[in-house]
T-cell receptor, first 112, second 117 residues
Framework: SQQGEEDPQALSIQEGENATMNCSYKTSINNLQWYRQNSGRGLVHLILIRSNEREKHSGRLRVTLDTSKKSSSLLITASRAADTASYFCATALSGGYNKLIFGAGTRLAVHP | NAGVMQNPRHLVRRRGQEARLRCSPVKGHSHVYWYRQLPEEGLKFMVYLQKENIIDESGMPKERFSAEFPKEGPSILRIQQVVRGDSAAYFC???????????????FGNGTRLTVT
């Protein structure tokens, strides 16, 4: 079973709406990271949140981390058609180097 | 500043042939990771290398797959005697040297899409 699992698997919204994606994991982590992947491309790092942090912002992105529930959420506010992509959470395990374990991702479609 | 460069972008091989995938990390990065991605799935860790050393190959099949990151030149992921099940996108990522626990994001290349016919 995967360390990180996102839900929903797919999300379809209109431009201007907010998009929320969730991620759950199983073991203790050092940090959790969110990445974006456009079709046919590599992953682009969005935001990293450490295990001792609860919330982090970057532009229209807001990430929360609840280590007691082993879960994280990514909120994209005021979405744009250009936000259409797959979004993955990845965990770096405690005591380890930066070997990331990825979930299966959320496919976001933002319609103009 | 060049990012992670992977080549080729697309590779077609017949069953039984060898596939060689190359990855040049970001300049100054000494840590390289290889991941495999099947359609509609997340990335699966294969191997983590530092210059001239394999640190963790727990995600790499024991047979037919090998990886290296020589002192000079790119990292190479080699798949011998390819089978149809090897068809996937293979991504390389790099990061700078860091302490245990690593708090640096990975920089990914655009991947090599391997098709085995």
């Amino acid at each position: 079973s995967q360390q990180g699992e996102e839900d929903p698997q797919a999300l379809s919204i209109q431009e201007g709406e907010n998009a929320t994606m969730n991620c759950s994991y199983k073991t203790s982590i050092n940090n959790l990271q969110w990445y974006r992947q456009n079709s046919g491309r590599g992953l682009v790092h969005l935001i990293l949140i450490r295990s001792n942090e609860r919330e982090k912002h970057s532009g229209r992105l807001r990430v929360t981390l609840d280590t007691s529930k082993k879960s994280s959420s990514l909120l994209i506010t005021a979405s744009r058609a250009a936000d259409t992509a797959s979004y993955f959470c990845a965990t770096a395990l405690s005591g380890g180097y930066n070997k990331l374990i990825f979930g299966a991702g959320t496919r976001l479609a933002v319609h103009p | 500043n060049a990012g992670v460069m992977q080549n080729p972008r697309h590779l077609v091989r017949r069953r039984g042939q060898e596939a060689r995938l190359r990855c040049s990390p970001v300049k100054g990065h000494s840590h390289v990771y290889w991941y495999r991605q099947l359609p509609e799935e997340g990335l699966k860790f294969m191997v983590y290398l530092q210059k001239e050393n394999i640190i963790d190959e727990s995600g790499m099949p024991k047979e037919r797959f090998s990886a290296e990151f020589p002192k000079e030149g790119p990292s190479i992921l080699r798949i011998q005697q390819v089978v149809r099940g090897d068809s996937a996108a293979y991504f390389c990522a790099s990061s700078p040297p860091q302490g245990q626990g690593g708090n640096s994001p990975l920089h990914f290349g655009n991947g090599t899409r391997l098709t085995v016919t």
